[in-house]
């Protein structure tokens, strides 16, 4: 059974940073490709950037290119998302996915599991 577990969210001021972190369990977590992808109250579930295997290829939303790092560790079994100059509009729930496919790729149909989520809110 795969697991994903996020962690890392919070409040967190306008300009200001977080660090989230996706673990992984339950399968080969160093073989596939992983996602995080963010969904705001009333809104659909949007991609934010994904990281291939062994982090040789990363991908960004427009969003958040400049502002947002990926990042893997395979011996931790371990994903991240550095936010930096966060913006109110960054403001969701934010979800690290895990699919079944080596390369990093935005498309939600790609990720077959799913962790819980974790708040991130920016304040103006």
């Known amino acids: 059974q795969v697991q994903l577990v996020e962690s890392g969210g919070g409040l967190v001021q306008a300009g200001g940073s977080l660090r989230l972190s996706c673990a992984a369990s339950g399968r080969t977590f160093s073989s596939y490709a992983m996602g995080w992808f963010l969904q705001a109250p009333g809104k659909e579930r949007e991609f934010v950037a994904a990281?291939?295997?062994?982090?040789?290829?990363?991908r960004y939303a427009d969003s958040v290119k400049g502002r947002f790092t990926i990042s893997r560790d395979n011996d931790e079994n371990t994903m991240y998302l550095q936010m930096n100059s966060l913006k109110p509009e960054d403001t969701a729930i934010y979800y690290c996915?895990?699919?079944?496919?080596?390369?990093?790729?935005?498309?939600?149909?790609?990720?077959?599991?799913w962790g819980q989520g974790t708040q991130v809110t920016v304040s103006s």
């Open positions: 990281i291939s295997w062994n982090g040789g290829s990363t």
């Open positions: 996915a895990t699919g079944t496919i080596a390369t990093a790729t935005s498309r939600p149909n790609e990720y077959k599991y």
